[in-house]
């Protein structure tokens, strides 16, 4: 007979905090290495190629860098709102609304780069705002659900996008689901290392959410309000206002990621231009949860993560799902790591059967 | 009383970081008694209490329940040895109604699959099935024969409870009866109370002591936190101190005083009665007329109260729980919307205003319920210190908050009021600190702002007799500063020490009013249950039940006594 017995943690160890997220990384590798051995591949060798070759070329670098900006900027927006106590699982659309604003206005406004550029963010962060203002307005005033709120109105997104690109924003010139290349002047110029200027936005986001959480009056309020939602009303803190501004910075953040990657390396609009950023955001918030900047760190691990992913899924011949697969068990490892934090697992072996029984309760 | 003990902890030691909690203790109880486990907060006695329910494993020493020793590695072991324990903080699921939360963990399946069902539609073949039987106990409820049983559990212990409310509609003192059914439900031999009267009025104090002492006579053994001396001499048959995690003493309560007990708890002299200077009652701090709030459920539970306080005035409101207490003190707080009535504080009209008015306005609050509103149990102590302060200019570092400012403003509180258990602000959260010092930070939180207003609901609840002398005094000094100050307590000493004027509140409305000087006891227990004094008619003598909700002749009569009573206020 087998008793399990779970007993809730008094405290969580301080260092339990810090070693979760690298005990979970390298628990989900081990999983992976698992399925790459059952596709004949040596797992040290692929590991390598993923994350070695990776960062030790100049391509690998740059790429990486390149798919950090939207993960890590609609990253941000589902950390701010999970600081309030709220989860943002719309990033995803928010991010697409982004991408149309901004793209509408690249393509429809004459204007020269360096005021065009700002107005194309500008623009993609009011639209991300926008529908991410929807299900934080929801819950503030009649406490409906965030989450499917935020949810559904991806959806919604990305049919108006699809509608789009296939109607008025379509390019008059083929007969692509996409919209017109655009202008020099609406393309974000390379930065540092050709990576485009996006990097520095979503650099300078982590900076802003960094102070605005951890050294401001708001950031005091936001914390409080996630923290006790009761007693911070009871303070005067403004559940409303805090539920509303998380949102909508958030939101921001993913319009700007949006627009950051259609502007910066697509140069047009398409239908399905990108693979989930906004749901994978919701892992690298909840790995990287205690500060804005474990928020870039995660970001730019799960960059390393799609850019080797396909690298060894070149150069071994292995599903690029693995990749997926890899992503997926780093989320089931994290949600377990949550449980063992908060509970003191005992099992014991051979004893009577109300052993059984006391484990069931 | 039996004469052989029933259980037996012996040479208890349990230490934690730096801190002897447990130091060599031995406790011993008999069959159907009454013991009472007295001291100070941190003197012990929840650890003690907590190894026996198999949350902590003792460093050595060893437990005996009858004539077997115990290993308590989890509270299962404690249940399936027969102990049961009915925690300060209720471990309660607020969704699911009372049968649903008392069957947790011991649930019986749908009454299709139970294998004593004549008239289950399921051939008994079926229902015998071991793999059947195994799927009906994990994925199916019943809770028609447990409610049954519960219902039965609750009538014949005179619990007043409707076994299929949610217990989110519950008050405090009904929650705790759920709380004793639990264990009860599980049959239990040995009854762990972790300060149950904390929560409970008098009255319903008393209905407690009453079931206690009916199911020691039938031979259940009881173990009765506390750090309330009045307690222990009520009901108890034997006490055991413990001071700074060493039992003081055993004795017999038959052969003590309460002036003995304390300072064995102590170590020192108590005063029980607080002298206070008077104090000039200046302008009126807040005036409300004709107020009506709605209770969570959307029942009127305050029905057409006015009460004006003067600065330096301290109006203390005595009643039996859940008669408004909770909504008066939430409305005057701003945090519970009025249906009607007007609001002024310092002469500003606030009806309908936001709780940042009122906090702006120099309203401050120490809630009833420290976790809910108090603070935020999971943030450091200098969160919770910084809760309404972190707005003053003080803590401004141009567009910035200065933590470093915020810390030292924490720590100062700390220091002056007191708290033990902080050593670094930034590391300790206020769900570490015990409930005494908890409630000092609330206090000092609120009283640093040198409020006009201070409305506190309850205080002193649930925190030891040190920290009680200590709150108490700190009002008593903010009523000198000019403060005026709304008590609301269900402890009539609390509220015959500290008041300058005492009103009753009965099913939310005022239905008396009198001074500390003149006030007598009797008749303000008569008029907190809503019952009538001798010169009214006939049906006067109508006691306990008068706490469930009455007809409306009941009503009517009181109106009447309202009206009264805003006459004698307006004359003030």
């Known amino acids: 007979m087998v008793g399990i017995d779970l007993t809730a943690?008094?405290?969580?160890?301080?260092?339990?905090?810090?070693?979760?997220?690298?005990?979970?990384?390298?628990?989900?590798?081990?999983?992976?290495?698992?399925?790459?051995?059952?596709?004949?591949?040596?797992?040290?060798?692929?590991?390598?190629?993923?994350?070695?070759?990776?960062?030790?070329?100049?391509?690998?670098?740059?790429?990486?860098?390149?798919?950090?900006?939207?993960?890590?900027?609609?990253?941000?927006?589902?950390?701010?709102?999970?600081?309030?106590?709220?989860?943002?699982?719309?990033?995803?659309?928010?991010?697409?609304?982004?991408?149309?604003?901004?793209?509408?206005?690249?393509?429809?406004?004459?204007?020269?780069?360096?005021?065009?550029?700002?107005?194309?963010?500008?623009?993609?962060?009011t639209a991300g705002a926008f529908l991410a203002g929807i299900p934080a307005w929801l819950r503030a005033k009649w406490d409906v659900n965030e989450i499917i709120t935020s949810l559904l109105l991806t959806f919604v997104a990305l049919q108006l996008q699809s509608y789009l690109v296939r109607g008025p924003m379509q390019d008059p010139t083929g007969n692509f689901p996409h919209t017109a290349q655009l202008s020099a002047a609406a393309t974000i110029p390379e930065a540092l290392l050709g990576v485009h200027a996006g990097l520095i936005v979503a650099v300078v986001a982590v900076a802003v959410t960094y102070v605005l959480v951890r050294k401001t009056g708001l950031g005091f309020e936001i914390t409080f309000v996630g923290a006790n939602d009761a007693a911070a009303r009871q303070a005067g803190m403004s559940r409303f206002k805090i539920y509303l501004l998380v949102f909508v910075i958030g939101g921001a953040f993913a319009g700007l990621a949006g627009i950051s990657e259609i502007a910066g390396l697509q140069g047009r609009l398409r239908a399905g231009f990108e693979p989930g950023y906004g749901f994978t955001a919701i892992p690298i918030a909840l790995l990287g949860r205690n500060s804005a900047i474990n928020v870039m760190l995660a970001g730019l691990f799960f960059a390393l993560l799609f850019v080797g992913g396909s690298s060894m899924s070149v150069a071994y011949g292995v599903p690029a799902a693995l990749v997926e697969i890899l992503q997926a068990l780093i989320i089931l490892f994290l949600i377990t790591a949550e449980f063992f934090k908060r509970y003191h697992v005992d099992i014991e072996f051979d004893r009577a059967g109300d052993a059984a029984t006391g484990g069931e309760a | 009383m039996a004469d052989h003990a029933f259980l037996r902890m012996e040479d208890i030691y349990k230490?934690?970081?730096?801190?002897?909690?447990?130091?060599?203790?031995?406790?011993?109880?008999?069959?159907?008694?009454?013991?009472?486990?007295?001291?100070?907060?941190?003197?012990?006695?929840?650890?003690?209490?907590?190894?026996?329910?198999?949350?902590?494993t003792p460093d050595s020493g060893e437990i005996y329940l009858?004539?077997?020793?115990?290993?308590?590695?989890?509270?299962?072991?404690?249940?399936?040895?027969?102990?049961g324990m009915v925690h300060q903080h209720f471990k309660l699921i607020p969704r699911l109604t009372v049968a649903e939360n008392v069957v947790l963990g011991q649930r019986e399946p749908a009454a299709t699959f139970r294998a004593d069902n004549d008239d289950s539609r399921l051939p008994e073949s079926i229902r015998n099935n071991r793999v059947v039987k195994s799927l009906a106990e994990t994925f199916s409820l019943g809770l028609d024969a447990p409610e049954q049983r519960i219902q039965e559990l609750a009538d014949q212990y005179g619990f007043d409870i409707d076994v299929s409310a949610n217990v989110a509609d519950l008050d405090v003192g009904q929650q705790q009866r759920v709380e004793i059914l639990k264990a009860l439900y599980r049959d239990v031999d040995l009854l762990v109370l972790d300060e149950p009267t904390a929560v409970l009025s008098p009255t319903e104090a008393d209905r407690l002591f009453d079931s206690l002492s009916r199911l020691a006579d039938e031979g259940l053994s009881i173990i009765f936190i506390t750090h309330k001396l009045g307690e222990v001499t009520a009901i108890a048959d034997r006490v055991t101190v413990l001071r700074e995690g060493r039992r003081v003493d055993t004795v017999p309560v038959a052969e003590t005083t309460q002036a003995d007990l304390a300072e064995l708890m102590v170590g020192r002299e108590v005063l029980f009665r607080i002298e206070k200077d008077d104090a000039a009652h200046g302008d009126p701090v807040l005036e409300a007329s004709g107020l009506r709030a709605d209770d969570d459920r959307g029942i009127e539970s305050l029905s057409g109260l006015d009460l004006t306080v003067r600065e330096g005035e301290v109006v203390g409101i005595a009643g039996v729980s859940g008669n408004g207490q909770t909504e008066l003190a939430e409305a005057l707080a701003g945090i519970r919307e009025l249906t009607d009535g007007d609001l002024r504080i310092d002469g500003a009209d606030l009806t309908g205003a936001s709780p940042r008015a009122f906090v702006d306005a120099g309203v401050s609050f120490v809630p009833e319920d420290r976790l809910r509103y108090g603070c935020a149990e999971e943030l450091s102590v200098l969160h919770n210190a910084g809760m309404k302060a972190y707005r003053e200019d003080r803590f401004a570092d141009g567009p910035l908050l200065d933590y470093d400012e915020l810390g030292r403003y924490a720590e100062s509180l700390v220091e002056d009021f007191d708290i033990r258990g902080v050593s670094d602000v930034t590391d300790i959260d206020a769900g570490d600190l015990s409930g005494g010092n908890l409630q000092k930070l609330i206090l000092a939180r609120e009283l640093d702002r040198d409020p006009d207003l201070l409305i506190a609901n309850q205080p002193t609840r649930g925190v030891d007799v040190g920290a009680i002398e200590f709150i108490r005094e700190a009002i008593l000094e903010q009523r000198e500063q000019g403060t005026g100050v709304v008590l609301l307590s269900e402890d009539l000493d609390e509220i015959t020490d500290?008041?300058?004027?005492?009103?009753?509140?009965?099913?939310?409305?005022?239905?008396?009013?009198?001074?500390?000087?003149?006030?007598?006891?009797?008749?303000?227990?008569?008029?907190?249950?809503?019952?009538?004094v001798a010169d009214e008619p006939a049906d006067a003598v109508n006691s306990p039940e008068a706490v469930a909700p009455t007809a409306a002749t009941d009503g009517a009569e009181s109106t009447d006594s309202t009206a009264d009573v805003a006459a004698a206020g307006d004359g003030d």
């Open chain 2, 498 to 532: 500290l008041s300058d004027r005492i009103l009753v509140i009965y099913e939310g409305e005022f239905v008396y009013e009198t001074t500390p000087e003149n006030a007598d006891r009797e008749r303000l227990g008569i008029e907190m249950t809503g019952g009538r």
């Open chain 1, 9 to 125: 943690r008094e405290n969580v160890p301080r260092w339990l905090n810090y070693a979760t997220p690298v005990v979970t990384i390298l628990l989900a590798l081990a999983c992976g290495a698992v399925a790459l051995l059952a596709l004949g591949v040596s797992p040290l060798a692929a590991y390598w190629t993923m994350f070695g070759d990776t960062l030790l070329s100049t391509f690998g670098r740059t790429q990486t860098l390149i798919k950090a900006v939207p993960l890590i900027l609609a990253g941000l927006a589902v950390y701010l709102p999970l600081r309030a106590g709220l989860f943002n699982i719309g990033a995803e659309g928010q991010l697409v609304f982004g991408a149309i604003a901004g793209t509408w206005i690249g393509l429809n406004v004459e204007l020269p780069s360096v005021l065009l550029l700002p107005l194309m963010f500008v623009a993609a962060g």
């Open chain 2, 15 to 56: 230490e934690f970081p730096g801190v002897v909690a447990n130091d060599h203790i031995d406790l011993s109880v008999n069959g159907g008694e009454i013991h009472g486990l007295l001291g100070e907060n941190g003197a012990g006695k929840s650890t003690l209490m907590k190894i026996l329910y198999g949350l902590y």
């Open chain 2, 66 to 83: 009858g004539d077997d020793r115990l290993e308590l590695d989890t509270p299962q072991d404690a249940i399936d040895a027969g102990i």
